[in-house]
C-alpha cells in the first residue's frame, strides 16, 4: 500500500469510525490505519490486541491478502480506536516504519546491539561517565565541563525553568545519568545531553540515539536534544530521527530559543 492509497483509506475509516467494527469487516487491512495511528510496531500492536492473530495474519491483513477477519478480533480492534484518525499522523508513522526496516532509526533490536558495541569499544573509565559512578563521582566534585556551564548559564536566564544537573533516572533496561533535565509540574518534561567528545563519535552517536529512544519510552510526554561538536555522516540520519534537536557548540545560544518555543 503506498501513502497515497494509506491516506485515502484512513479517511474513509475516519469517516466510518461510528460503525468501527463494521469498516473493519468490510476492509481488513484497515487494521494497518489503526496500528499506525496508535504509533506501533507490529508486536506492540499485538500485544495491545491481547495477541488476538499472529504476527503473519497480521501482515496478510496489512497487505490485503484477506477478505475478512474473525468477530472476536474485529471487537477487539474496534474498542482500541482513537477518537480521532488523523492521515498526517499515520503517515508519518508509515514513514518511520520504513525507516526502522532501512536501519534509519533505532529499534529495540538495534539499540541494543549498539549498545553491546559500544560497550565493547569504549574504555571502561568512558563508560563510567555514562553510569551511576561517573554521576556520582561528577555530582560530587560539583563538575561541570565548559559547554555544560554554557548550558547552565542560558538555563539560569530562562523565566520560569526548573531543571536539575546529571540526573539520574532509570528506564527499560539501563540506569542513565542525564546532563539537564527540565521539569514541568514535577515531572521530566526536557532532558539535554550535552558531550564534547572528539573520539568514537559514529558509535558515540548511536549510543546516544539508544539512550534517547529509552528516554522517549520511559517518558513518552518529554523531548530530548543533544549539543554536540559534530556529528559524523554515518551517525546523522539516526541521530536527526530519535532528537527533537541537535546543536552544536557554535549554536548552543539558540537553545533558549528553542525552550522558549517550546513554552517550558
Not at 463494521?22 to 510496531?41: C, D, E, T, Y
Not at 491481547?50 to 490485503?64: C, D, M
Not at 556520582?136 to 544537573?165: C, F, G, H, P, W
Not at 542525564?178 to 509540574?185: A, G, P, Q, R, S
Amino acid at each position: 500500500m503506498d501513502q497515497s492509497e494509506l491516506k485515502e483509506l484512513t479517511l474513509r475509516f475516519e469517516k466510518n469510525r461510528h460503525m468501527a467494527e463494521k469498516f473493519l469487516q468490510q476492509n481488513p487491512k484497515s487494521i494497518l490505519v489503526l496500528r499506525l495511528a496508535l504509533g506501533m510496531s507490529q508486536k506492540e500492536f499485538l500485544k495491545k490486541i491481547n495477541n488476538e492473530i499472529s504476527q503473519v495474519a497480521l501482515i496478510r491483513h496489512e497487505k490485503g491478502r484477506s477478505t475478512r477477519m474473525n468477530s472476536k478480533l474485529v471487537k477487539e480492534l474496534s474498542s482500541h480506536v482513537p477518537e480521532h484518525l488523523d492521515s498526517r499522523i499515520v503517515i508519518r508513522n508509515y514513514k518511520k516504519f520504513n525507516d526502522m526496516k532501512n536501519g534509519l532509526h533505532m529499534t529495540s533490536e538495534r539499540a541494543k546491539q549498539l549498545h553491546a558495541v559500544w560497550k565493547q569499544k569504549t574504555k571502561r573509565t568512558q563508560w563510567q561517565e555514562w553510569g551511576r559512578k561517573g554521576a556520582m563521582i561528577t555530582n560530587s566534585q560539583d563538575r561541570l565541563t565548559e559547554q555544560e556551564k554554557q548550558v547552565k548559564s542560558i538555563l539560569d536566564q530562562v523565566a520560569n525553568i526548573s531543571y536539575k544537573i546529571h540526573y539520574q533516572t532509570k528506564t527499560k533496561f539501563i540506569s542513565m545519568n542525564i546532563d539537564f533535565v527540565l521539569f514541568e509540574k514535577g515531572k521530566p518534561k526536557f532532558f539535554i545531553e550535552v558531550t564534547e567528545r572528539k573520539h568514537d563519535l559514529s558509535i558515540l552517536c548511536q549510543a546516544y540515539a539508544y539512550r534517547c529512544r529509552l528516554l522517549k519510552e520511559r517518558y513518552p510526554n518529554a523531548k530530548v536534544g543533544i549539543i554536540i561538536k559534530e556529528v559524523p555522516f554515518s551517525a546523522k540520519k539516526i541521530i536527526e530521527n530519535e532528537f527533537d534537536f541537535i546543536l552544536n557548540s557554535n549554536s548552543i545560544q539558540n537553545l533558549s530559543k528553542f525552550l522558549q518555543f517550546r513554552s517550558l
